[in-house]
């Protein structure tokens, strides 16, 4: 059975850092692309940044640099390290199976998520 499961959201101000984790269970890192997404309120899921099975990754133009995708075959954790976060970036984050297009089309697995909170 393929399971995720997020943490490490929390509430912060503006300019502080977040470092979330995705433990991935069922599939191998090597073999499977995980993404991370994230849904603002009243907003339809967005797609953030993908690692691929090789380790190269792929990040969303807008994020600016801001937020770093990782992982830890040791321990098949995906992590996306969140600098600099700001009051839009507020909302719920999922880690998924697959690319950008499993996130566009509803696809792959995904976790229960984690809130990240952004405000003074």
């Known amino acids: 059975e393929v399971q995720l499961v997020e943490s490490g959201g929390g509430l912060v101000q503006p300019g502080e850092s977040l470092r979330l984790s995705c433990v991935v269970s069922?599939?191998?890192?090597?073999?499977?692309?995980i993404s991370w997404a994230r849904q603002a309120p009243g907003k339809g899921l967005e797609w953030l940044s993908t690692?691929?099975?090789?380790?190269?990754?792929s990040n969303k133009d807008s994020i600016g640099g801001r937020f770093t995708i990782g992982r830890d075959i040791g321990t098949n954790t995906v992590y996306l390290q969140m600098n600099n976060l700001k009051p839009e970036d507020t909302g719920v984050y999922y880690c998924?199976?697959?690319?950008?297009?499993?996130?566009?089309?509803?696809?792959?697995?995904r976790g229960q998520g984690t809130q990240v909170t952004v405000s003074s």
């Open positions: 998924v199976t697959g690319t950008a297009q499993a996130v566009f089309r509803g696809e792959g697995h």
């Open positions: 690692i691929f099975s090789g380790g190269s990754d």
């Open positions: 069922g599939l191998t890192l090597y073999a499977t692309d």
